[in-house]
């Protein structure tokens, strides 16, 4: 390990675990983006990690592990990030710096699912206290995923600068992986792509018996042009996916199609005194359909959403003296939503009619923020902003499949239907976040950073507009992977998070310890209310209720240790030692029962080695029973495990070649927040609702070579 005393910069060989970098990166305040930064800011760069992970195949989860997120298991691109205790539309996740809407009732094509690993540049997490400049909407902090990273040459004319391709292959689902990229530039001129596919049977867990209904296939394309004089840069980037089935175990549906299309355009200019403006417009287009499409989990019932994200954001950075520095922003955000679900042929129940559960459903957000950032000593750094959003959310008319009593029972949607169609839909919500945080150098190898932070964040159209009541229509909403089923409520408030963060950072020359605790009081935290319950096997086990998303106050907080230590340096190479521990505790206020899917104590422990070109490591992961559960919810909880886990890599000339076996000793587990698996209870629902298991061994392999 060596030092940069001026930037303050620690390096460690590719691709630790996550025990290495989670709470470092997690908790380093400025660490988002060159938009907020300075050279005073200290920041962890993993030594020999390309701008292009192109080794690295598949869903990006693995990436963001390596930077402390958690992830709520769902389909096998489309897991959602946890943070801080919190999850789904809590934390911003911008790709590119543009603002991508899950647009499904399951949030079965959230932000991360549109990227693949491969096409990553880079990744930043910032958890809970969050500059404004780096993105409002938000209570549990922001994620940051670049892809656009155009490289220029020194020839006049275009010429190939360099390209790869990649495979891989996983055996505890028998995973195909391919990747390719390809760069041309000139010194004025850059062209890149880059592209991703993954074909995946069901994994198998620990006892060798397979994880029904976790089967997917996925690609990823992302083309980018850009250009630049002197003082400029121009960029687009076009994108497009498509996921043609992809299993959702913890869901009653699984996605039957998945095709999007997206168009970004920046423009950045250097000031006059060093100073930046960029301005940035996306628009993403998604044609989302569910269904049923494997004998893993069977079904009949169509469902189909159109989303469309416009966007645009004007961001300028003014250096006001040589230590202060002043950041402007306005930004606009509209989304629109269409929800449908077709009726079925021959069915009394879902039909004559379309279902319409969202339609022309809007949320548009208006934002503008100044922060400020100061040096103002060689040991004080610190930085304020205020962020303002005006959110505006609408629904139009919506319809069930029928209003008949079915077989003398009461037909709870025609009632609502007929309610949420007399009431006014329009709100408004009026959003003020404001952050201080600094920073205090106490000596050369001693580090305090406090965090101040009130956050907040506008119910979402489902939150706000899922109004059908009945079983059926109620079980297809939510993002829990909990079998229940929630019903939407138009008066809801936009939650308001007050957060304290502390860290305290030391190192040497062989080695580094960051300590972290965080505290989060939410005010009108969007939680549900049981207001029934279902049983469709009949047993005592098959229970679920119905549920109303609702207001409520929360309190969460949590700590974490990691450690780095180099064991030594010498002819069998660099030997470091990565420890770490964290906990996180979630509850509501009024009568103290956990929130949902809160992650129990995980502990890590990692001995790497790298000699020349090759690296090796062995990580063993624990992770303790989870016994507080959410009683609402009917959570499950899970008893502890360890995970073993070994990897290699070698590096020779443009030819890497990875190996890794994962789960080594074939332990079987059920995942803490992976939810309940409705695939298994619906192939033997004697069961009731078992958690969704773990996967078993696997070994990995992979190749890449770039040319």
């Known amino acids: 390990m060596r030092r940069n005393t001026q930037q303050q910069e620690y390096h460690f060989y590719r691709k630790p675990s996550a025990i290495a970098v989670a709470v470092g990166l997690a908790w380093s305040m400025p660490a988002l983006a060159d938009d907020y930064t300075n050279q005073a800011i200290e920041r962890l760069q993993v030594l020999g990690q390309q701008p292009e992970h192109h080794s690295t195949l598949g869903a990006v989860d693995t990436l963001l592990s390596q930077q ?84 220029f040459a020194d020839s006049d004319t275009l010429q190939w600068q360099s390209g790869y391709v990649s495979a891989g292959y996983r055996s505890v689902n028998d995973a195909m992986l391919l990747g390719a990229g390809v760069k041309l530039s000139s010194n004025s001129v850059s062209v890149d792509y880059q592209g991703a596919y993954e074909d995946t049977n069901s994994y198998r867990d620990g006892h060798g018996d397979k994880v029904l209904d976790t089967l997917f296939r996925a690609q990823n394309h992302a083309l980018t042009a850009a250009w ?139 934002a503008v923020f100044g922060e400020w ?43 609502a239907v007929s309610a949420f169609n007399a009431t006014d839909r329009k709100r408004s919500d009026n959003l003020l976040d404001v952050t201080l945080l600094a920073r205090y150098q106490l000596t050369s190898g001693q580090q305090l950073q406090l965090g101040l932070a009130r956050k907040n964040r506008a119910p979402n159209l489902y939150e706000r507009y899922s109004w059908g009541r009945g079983t059926m229509a109620a079980t297809m909403i939510g993002w829990f992977g909990d079998g229940n089923g929630y019903v939407g409520d138009i008066t809801l408030k936009p939650e308001t998070a007050d957060t304290l963060s502390f860290a305290y950072k030391a190192f040497a020359d062989d080695w ?26 009949g047993l005592a086990n098959g229970q679920r209720n119905l549920l109303q998303f609702t207001n409520l106050d929360a309190t ?113 587990y059920e995942l803490p927040l992976g939810g309940v698996s409705i695939a298994e209870y619906k192939a033997d629902s004697s069961q009731g609702f078992p958690q969704l298991a773990g996967a078993g061994r696997s070994l990995e392999f992979g190749v890449s070579y770039a040319f």
């Open 68 to 151: 402390g997120v958690d992830f709520s298991a769902a389909g096998g691109m489309s897991a959602l990030p946890v943070l801080n205790g919190m999850m789904g539309d809590r934390i911003k996740v911008l790709i590119d710096g543009s603002d991508v809407t899950a647009s499904c009732a399951n949030q079965m094509n959230p932000p991360l699912s549109y990227i693949s690993a491969n096409q990553v540049a880079t990744v930043d997490v910032v958890a809970g206290v969050s500059p404004v400049s780096a993105g409002g909407d938000n209570i549990a902090g922001v994620i940051k995923v670049s892809s656009v990273n155009p490289i």
């Open 228 to 366: 630049r004089d002197q003082t400029q840069q121009f960029a687009v980037k076009l994108t497009h996916q498509n996921i043609p089935f992809q299993g959702f175990a913890n869901q009653y549906m699984d996605m039957t199609d998945n095709h999007s299309y997206g168009v970004l355009a920046r423009y950045q200019r250097q000031l006059a005194d060093d100073g930046e403006f960029s301005a940035q417009a996306n628009w993403h287009s998604v044609s989302h359909k569910m269904g049923f499409f494997s004998p893993e989990k069977t079904g009949m019932m169509p469902m189909n959403t159109d989303g469309d994200d416009y966007s645009y954001q004007l961001h300028w950075r003014l250096p006001v003296s040589a230590k202060d520095t002043l950041l402007l922003g306005q930004e606009t955000y509209d989304y629109r939503l269409d929800d449908e679900w077709p009726a079925v042929a021959g069915s009394s129940m879902m039909g004559p009619n379309n279902y319409i559960n969202i339609n022309d459903g809007r949320r548009l957000r208006a």
């Open 373 to 415: 950032q100061q040096q103002s000593t060689t040991r004080w750094w610190w930085s304020a902003g205020v962020r303002y959003e005006y959110v505006t959310t609408n629904a139009g008319d919506v319809q069930a499949y029928n209003t008949m009593a079915m077989m003398g029972m009461i037909n709870a949607d025609a009632a």
């Open 512 to 537: 580094q310890l960051t300590a972290t605790v965080w505290y989060t009081k939410v005010t009108d935290y969007i939680d549900a209310d049981v207001i029934g319950s279902f049983n469709k096997s």
């Open 556 to 668: 969460l907080y949590g700590g974490s240790v990691s450690s780095v230590y180099r064991l030594a340096d010498n002819y069998t190479g660099l030997w470091q030692l990565n420890a770490s521990v964290s906990a996180t505790h979630g509850e509501r206020d009024n009568g103290g029962q956990p929130l949902y899917q809160i992650k129990p104590w995980q502990t890590e422990l990692a001995l790497q080695q790298q000699l020349g070109d090759w690296q090796n490591s062995i990580a063993w992961q624990w992770v303790a029973a989870k016994d507080r559960v959410d009683p609402r919810r009917l959570e499950n909880a899970t008893a502890a495990y360890s995970l073993l886990n070994i990897s290699s890599r070698l590096q020779w000339q443009g030819v890497t070649l990875t190996f890794a076996v994962n789960n080594l000793l074939d332990h079987n």
